[in-house]
């Protein structure tokens, strides 16, 4: 089964009366680009969680966010007795320079608020939170892959229809080209009437030949058919056909665009347009299949 690139995955778990929460979100994408928003994951521990994130999803623009809520705390607050002290005294030797200053009151509250006095202490250290995470990330994961596969069902079953479109397109062209090979020969049989010119049969046989083998699309057809087979063959064995079927399909657009420029037919140019529709939207869907 096709995977969507695009998905969202969610889990979460118990930590004391807190909860940690973990989302993943992820978009189309040549490669694996992964973004970790979150600080609770440590630095040390960053690469093992790409490792895993990439082994897991394989392609995409993927974000990782993770957060604790509710319940109490799991940071303590302590002020910083040297770093108070230090502030304290250099405004307090300002006091023979300048004539009025603040009352205590106002300058305690204001040496509270500058850089490094408040400390913010994790109660919890590093290690509990990872052996909570990892598993957190695990489940979201796998959450992410369900909803991926989902996503997938839906797009295969747009492009396999898509395909069977272009196949009957290609069927029908084959109606008119019995009617295609009348008119070319009506319409040179039309100009040397114009110009008052008897055509030597045998001469009119093979320039009829000659010219309609220039317009031949019988090559073309079978390529197509071919590719189109191919492009199925490939969704129903491929555990990750994305990047396969875009090759695929940049080739049925070659076999495509040289009917059309043979095509001189209306109905036969017709379904080249509609072939080309179909394609176009192939290769849109295409983009974000895993």
Known sequence: MIQSMTGYGKAETLFGKNKIVVEIRSVNGKNADISLKTSLIPREKEMEVRQLISQKLQRGNIDLFASIENGESIESRSINKEIFKSYFEQISSLKNEIETLPSDSTILSTILRLPDVIE?????????????????????????????????????????????????????????????????????????????????????????????????????????????????????????????????????????????????????QRRVVMMKDELEKIKEQSLNIL
């Open 120 to 268: 913010v202490v994790k109660k919890e250290n590093d290690e509990e939170i990872w052996n909570l995470i990892l598993p957190c990330i695990n489940s979201a994961l796998d959450s992410m892959i369900t909803f991926r596969k989902t996503e997938g069902k839906k797009l295969e079953e747009d492009i396999r229809e898509r395909v069977s479109l272009i196949f009957k397109y290609v069927d029908e062209v084959e109606v008119f080209e019995e009617e295609r090979k009348e008119l070319v020969k009506q319409r040179l049989i039309s100009r040397f009437e114009e110009v008052g010119v008897a055509a030597d049969e045998n001469r009119f046989e093979q320039e009829l030949i000659y010219y309609l083998e220039k317009l031949d699309i019988t090559e073309e057809k079978v390529r197509l058919r071919q590719h189109c087979k191919y492009f199925l063959e490939t969704i129903d064995n491929e555990e990750y056909p994305g990047k396969k079927i875009g090759f695929i399909s940049q080739e049925m657009g070659r076999e495509i665009n040289t009917m059309g420029s043979k095509a001189n037919h209306a109905e036969i």
